[in-house]
């Protein structure tokens, strides 16, 4: 039972980390306009490698 709940969870974070990239993306282009998104975008990419770690 253990290896099917982790089989399903493989695939589930592979949309969720494109969804993150997403974000990630709209929040540089933001930062780049001059808004205030810098602590967004570091805690975005903290995220992203916390996704990628799991």
């Known amino acids: 039972m253990t290896q099917q709940g ?3 969870r ?3 974070p592979f ?4 969804l993150f990239l ?4 709209f929040i540089y282009i933001q930062s780049l306009n001059g808004g ?7 805690m ?5 490698s916390l996704m990628q770690l799991s």
Request: aromatic share 16%; proline share 4%.
């Open 6 to 8: 982790g089989a399903f």
């Open 10 to 12: 493989m695939r589930k």
């Open 15 to 18: 949309m969720i980390h494109a």
């Open 22 to 25: 997403m974000i990630a993306f």
């Open 36 to 42: 205030p998104t810098y602590l967004i975008w570091n």
């Open 44 to 48: 975005t990419l903290a995220l992203i």
